[in-house]
């Protein structure tokens, strides 16, 4: 930062300085009461007097500010200043700047500043981290597909170079999406915030592809190695070479890092199946207990080529993904089993999030339950989009500098978020001429008070309501006449969509069932998935 003015009336600055400002990502949002980090290095050869503020995106709102001084001696070398600015007023459109009145030329580098109130003090942006908390994740696969391989080698994910103090990361440019990134969000970042939500880190590794170039299997060792270091970064010891790294970034216990992805989607490479190979034998000598992912379908796992899991990838259709509901009913219920680790419904009537499009995830997801034998876990991609940046729709949550909703999707996905660890019990339709029904039923305990439910799960995919009547039987000791509850997703057009100004415009609404019984007649709306959840007495096993 060269300033060439003074405070001298000759060469006089303008009132209030000159300087250099940044505005974040499309503005900061900055609250009044709150108080927020700022750090940076900074180095100068003469004496400084700078002016550090959080202001309006046009500079006349003066928000907070701070002002660095020191001799010229003070900053003749890099130095580290850190210090909190409390803000006076509210800013959806704040920016930062850095002042000053004195001629001279100052350094700076790695500016940041950061809000203190973030989920569970890890940095990231609580209202969103509580979305994703809520939909009760038991797993965060990460650092994502594309981003992981690169477009070119060069621009790769490397995790050990996102690890250690931030101001010593190189960053990469993110030529699969376009932008540069100083890997702040790193692999030990993505490992806590997997921890913070209960989830089960899910680590994609680059095998030594990109999407325009490949390592040969007879050179692939130092990758190798690299990828069973990182390993030992997240489940070492605190005295083991990388472990002590972790330990030092302040976790000296390990992560739990049970699930290692080989690759994304790049079994059609022509060097993916040896460099497979060399990755799985090297890991499972290391860490036995880690589950290997390939990225092959399951016709190629053999004992010559095992796994323990294979990655299955669904984009289509809202019609077609209704369809998949039952993709894996007739698959052969041995080892290996599925992750389907991306699915989305894309086309003219995904729009930027429908209803329609989550149903037709509802009945893919329901299908999904149905084979909870053959599938091990599932998630939604892509999970948020910035509104000022979209690159890809529809995404399941949405955010700005200030505001966030759910898409019709993401409050799908809250009918599912109890599924894990339910126990379920076979469910059969009877109804002539129309096939737009898909149903499921498990038995699960309410996380509150631990009472013990029977939640059935039915999606109408199609233009017409159906009064059915619902038939259950095997139950220990029947139902409850009070305490169920039924819960319905739906609107009045198949291609509503949520946004800013109507957040919950398609958003499930719950309201009492009053006298539930095993025998009852219930409707469905047109284009809906009910949840109906019957509080039981006690239950070992039933059928529907």
């Known amino acids: 930062m060269e300033v060439l003015c003074d405070s001298k009336r000759t060469n006089a600055c303008p009132s209030g300085g000159v300087g250099v400002y940044n505005p974040g990502y499309w503005g900061m949002n900055i609250e009044k009461g709150k108080v927020y980090k700022v750090s940076m290095h900074i180095r100068s050869s003469d004496a400084v007097s700078l002016t550090v503020s959080l202001t309006s995106s046009d500079g006349r709102q003066k928000l907070a500010a701070h002002t660095i001084t020191g001799s010229k001696k003070s900053f003749a070398k890099w130095t580290k200043i850190e210090f909190s600015l409390k803000s006076r007023q509210n800013n959806t459109n704040s920016r930062l700047q850095f002042t000053t009145s004195k001629s001279g030329v100052i350094w700076l580098d790695q500016v940041s500043v950061m809000p203190l109130d973030t989920y569970m003090g890890h940095g990231f942006r609580k209202d969103l981290s509580l ?3 809520n939909l009760k994740p038991q797993f965060l696969k990460f650092p ?3 981003y992981a391989m690169g477009n070119h080698l060069r621009n790769a994910f490397r995790w050990s170079e996102t690890v250690g103090p931030w101001e010593e990361r190189p960053g990469h440019f993110n030529d699969a999406w376009g932008y540069w990134t100083d890997d702040g969000l ?3 970042e993505f490992l806590q915030l997997a921890e913070d939500l209960g989830a089960s880190p899910v680590w994609v590794v680059n095998d030594g592809a990109s999407l325009n170039e490949e390592v040969s299997t007879a050179t692939i060792a130092s990758l190798v190695k690299d990828v069973v270091d990182g390993i030992e970064f997240a489940r070492g010891g605190p005295k083991t070479p990388w472990g002590s790294v972790r330990a030092a970034m302040g976790h000296p216990e390990p992560f739990k890092l049970d699930y290692v992805s080989i690759g994304n989607q790049e079994c059609w490479m022509l060097y993916y199946r040896g460099n497979y190979q060399k990755f799985y034998s090297a890991i499972k000598a290391a860490y036995p207990e880690v ?14 080529n095992p796994a323990d899991l294979y990655d299955v990838r ?5 019609s077609n993904m209704f369809s998949r509901t039952s993709m894996f009913d007739n698959t052969p219920r041995s080892a290996p089993k599925a992750i389907v680790s991306e699915y989305a419904v894309t086309g003219n009537d995904a729009g930027k999030g429908t209803l329609v499009a989550a149903l037709a995830e509802a009945a893919f997801l329901i299908g999904l339950e149905r084979n909870s034998d053959v599938v091990e876990m599932a998630s939604c991609a892509p999970l948020f989009v910035n509104d000022n940046d979209r690159r890809w729709s529809p995404d399941a949550i949405v955010f700005n500098s200030w505001q966030h909703y759910g898409c019709p999707n993401y409050w799908m996905l809250h009918f599912f978020k109890d599924s894990s660890g339910a126990a379920l019990h076979p469910t059969t339709i009877q109804i002539s001429d129309y096939d737009q029904l898909v149903a499921s039923a498990i038995t699960l305990q309410n996380a509150t008070d631990r009472s013990p439910y029977l939640r059935i799960k039915v999606v ?4 017409r309501a159906v009064d059915l009547n619902i038939s259950v039987v095997g139950l220990a000791n029947g139902i409850k006449m009070s305490g169920s509850k039924q819960t319905v997703l739906t609107s009045s057009n198949p291609l509503d969509e949520n946004s800013f100004e109507q957040p919950e415009k398609v958003a499930p609404v719950s309201s009492p069932l009053a006298n539930a019984k095993p025998q009852m007649g219930l409707s469905l709306r047109p284009y809906s998935l009910t949840s109906f959840d019957l509080l039981l007495e006690a239950s070992k096993h039933a059928s529907i």
């Open 131 to 133: 979305m994703l908390a």
């Open 144 to 146: 994502g597909g594309n």
């Open 186 to 188: 790193g692999f030990f």
């Open 291 to 304: 589950n290997i992912i390939s990225s092959c379908d399951r016709s190629t796992i053999s004992p010559s």
């Open 314 to 318: 669904v984009y289509t259709s809202s």
């Open 460 to 463: 109408n995919f199609g233009n």
